[in-house]
C-alpha cells in the first residue's frame, strides 16, 4: 500500500470505514461517486469490495444446518406438561353458578402494587437525576400514596418490551396460562365483578410496566428487580384467586 | 444486496479468498428468507388460507390445539429454526436446547399470533427473540452488561465445524459475539439494522459497525 500520508492511502482508508454504507449504495451522491471512481483505479480497494460481495452472497445462501437428533419428542412432552397444569386448573372451576364476589382483597393489592412501583420509580429517577445533572429528568414527583376508591379511569399499561431474567420468563409463562383460564372465567361472573377485576389488573399491569420500565434504564438494581418480583407476584395471586372462584 | 458470482477474487498477492459452499443442497435465498417456503414444506402443505400464506391453516389448527398441525409446522421450520440458533450461539447443545425453546414459545403464542406477517417469518422473529433473551439471561446471571464494545472484543466461541478449509459456517463460528449476532441477524437472516438495533438494544449505527467488523474478520479468517 502506498504511504500513508498520500491521498490515495488517504482514499483506501475512508473506502475501507464507508464500505458498508459503499455495498448499500447508502452514501451521499458525490461521496458514492468518488468511491466508485476510487475502486476502479485501486487494485485492494477493487479486491476489498468484491470479497466483501463474496461474503454477503455467500451468507445469503448458506444451507440450513440440522440438529444432531429430532427433537420434537422433547417438545411435544414439554407441552404435554405445560397443558396438564393448566388442565389441572380447569377442573377446579369446571361448573361455578355466576356470582358477585367481595374484591376488596384485590384492590388492596392493587393499591399496594402501586405505591411500591411508585417507589421504585421514584428512587429510580432520583438516583438517576443526581448521577446526570444533564438529564432532562427533574422535578419528579413524591409517589402517590393511595389510588382512589372506586376509580374508573385507569390508564392502560403501556407495552414495555419483556425483561429477560429467567424468574421473569417463569412468571410470564404462569401468567400466559392463568390469564387463558381467567379470560373463559370471567364470562361466568357477573358484570360488576368482572369490571373490577379487570380495572385491578389493569392497575397491576401498569406497576409492572412500570418497574420493568426503571429496570430496563438500570438493570443491575436488586431493589428494582425484587419489586418487579413481587409485582409479578401479585398478578398471579390476583389471577389465581380468580381462578378458584 | 448485489448478486455477483462466487468467485475466488484476488487482492495483493496473496492466495484467492475460497469460499465453499457449506453444503451440497443450498437453500434458496430470497424467496425461502422472504416467505420460509422450501421444497420440504410446500410439499407437506395444506390448501393455503386466503392470504397465501401456505402455513396460515396450520397455525391456525395448531392455535386451537390441533397437536397434528403444530408437528407440521414444526418439520417444517425446525432446521431454519436451529440453524438461527446455531449460528448465533456457536454451540449445538444449546442451540438444540434453544430450538426446543422457540417451539414450545411458539405453542403458547400462537393464540396470540395475529397473522400481520407470514407464519414462517413470525416464527423467525420469535427464534431471534428467544436467542436474545436467554443470551442476555445469561449476562444478566454473570452480573455483567455487554457494551457494544465489550462485545466485539468478547474471546469468540470455539468452533463447532469441522472441516480442512474453513468454510463460511465455520469462520462465522469464531466471530466475538456480538458480531457474530449482528452478521448472522443481517447478512444471513436478512434483518435491518434498525430491526437488529431493537433487538440487541443498540443503535442502527452500532449494528452497522460491527457488522462492518464481523466481515472484515471473516475476510481474514477466509483468506488463510
Known amino acids: 500500500m502506498s504511504d500513508s500520508a498520500s491521498p490515495h492511502s488517504a482514499m483506501c482508508a475512508q473506502f475501507e470505514a464507508n464500505l458498508s454504507n459503499f455495498l448499500e449504495r447508502a452514501l451521499p451522491g458525490l461521496e458514492q461517486q468518488a468511491m466508485e471512481a476510487h475502486v476502479l483505479h485501486c487494485a485492494s480497494c477493487s479486491a476489498l469490495r468484491d470479497d466483501m460481495h463474496a461474503i454477503i452472497a455467500l451468507a445469503a445462501t448458506l444451507p440450513n444446518l440440522k440438529a444432531s437428533r429430532d427433537l420434537w419428542p422433547d417438545i411435544s412432552a414439554r407441552i404435554d406438561a405445560d397443558i396438564t397444569s393448566i388442565n389441572s386448573a380447569r377442573n377446579i372451576v369446571a361448573a361455578r ?31 438517576a437525576k443526581d448521577a446526570a445533572p444533564s438529564n432532562t429528568v427533574a422535578n ?50 357477573d358484570s360488576t365483578t368482572v369490571f373490577e377485576i379487570q380495572r385491578n389488573l389493569k392497575i397491576i399491569d401498569k406497576a409492572i410496566a412500570d418497574s420493568r420500565s426503571a429496570l430496563i434504564k438500570d438493570p443491575h438494581s436488586r431493589f428494582l428487580s425484587t419489586q418487579l418480583n413481587r409485582a409479578l407476584e401479585t398478578k398471579l395471586d390476583v389471577l389465581r384467586r380468580v381462578v378458584l372462584l | 444486496m448485489l448478486t455477483r458470482p462466487v468467485t475466488g477474487p484476488s487482492f495483493d498477492n496473496r492466495t484467492p479468498l475460497k469460499l465453499v459452499p457449506t453444503g451440497a443442497n443450498t437453500r434458496p435465498v430470497v424467496d ?13 402443505n395444506v390448501e393455503p388460507g386466503h392470504s397465501g400464506d401456505p402455513w396460515r391453516a396450520d397455525a391456525i389448527e395448531a392455535a386451537s390445539g390441533n397437536r397434528a398441525a403444530f408437528e407440521r409446522l414444526y418439520r417444517a421450520h425446525a432446521q431454519r429454526v436451529y440453524s438461527i440458533c446455531m449460528r448465533m450461539v456457536s454451540d449445538r447443545n444449546k442451540a438444540e436446547e434453544l430450538t426446543q425453546d422457540v417451539f414450545v414459545r411458539v405453542w403458547q403464542k400462537l393464540p396470540t399470533f395475529r397473522g400481520d406477517s407470514a407464519v ?10 428467544v436467542v436474545l433473551t436467554q443470551q442476555k439471561s ?87
Open chain 1, 97 to 127: 353458578a355466576p356470582r358477585r364476589i367481595s374484591l376488596q382483597a384485590f384492590g388492596i393489592a392493587a393499591a399496594a402494587l402501586v405505591m411500591i412501583s411508585s417507589g421504585a420509580t421514584y428512587a429510580f429517577m432520583a438516583r
Open chain 1, 140 to 189: 419528579v414527583a413524591a409517589p402517590v400514596a393511595t389510588v382512589p376508591a372506586g376509580s374508573t379511569t385507569v390508564r392502560s399499561a403501556p407495552f414495555i418490551a419483556v425483561s429477560n431474567r429467567p424468574a421473569e420468563s417463569t412468571y410470564e409463562h404462569e401468567i400466559v396460562a392463568l390469564r387463558r383460564i381467567v379470560d373463559e372465567r370471567l364470562g361466568d361472573l
Open chain 2, 138 to 224: 445469561d449476562n444478566a446471571t454473570k452480573n455483567r452488561a455487554i457494551s457494544d464494545d465489550e462485545a466485539i472484543g468478547i474471546a469468540p466461541a470455539r468452533a463447532a465445524f469441522v472441516g480442512e478449509r474453513l468454510d463460511l459456517d465455520a469462520a462465522i463460528a469464531t466471530l466475538p459475539r456480538g458480531a457474530r449476532q449482528i452478521f448472522v441477524l443481517h447478512d444471513v437472516e436478512g434483518f435491518t439494522h434498525e430491526e437488529i438495533g431493537e433487538q440487541l438494544g443498540i443503535s442502527p449505527g452500532g449494528s452497522k459497525a460491527q457488522l462492518h467488523r464481523a466481515r472484515m474478520l471473516l475476510r481474514q479468517a477466509l483468506s488463510r
Open chain 2, 32 to 44: 425461502a428468507r422472504a416467505t420460509g417456503q422450501t421444497t420440504e414444506s410446500l410439499s407437506a
Open chain 2, 120 to 129: 414462517s417469518t413470525w416464527l423467525h422473529r420469535v427464534t431471534v427473540n
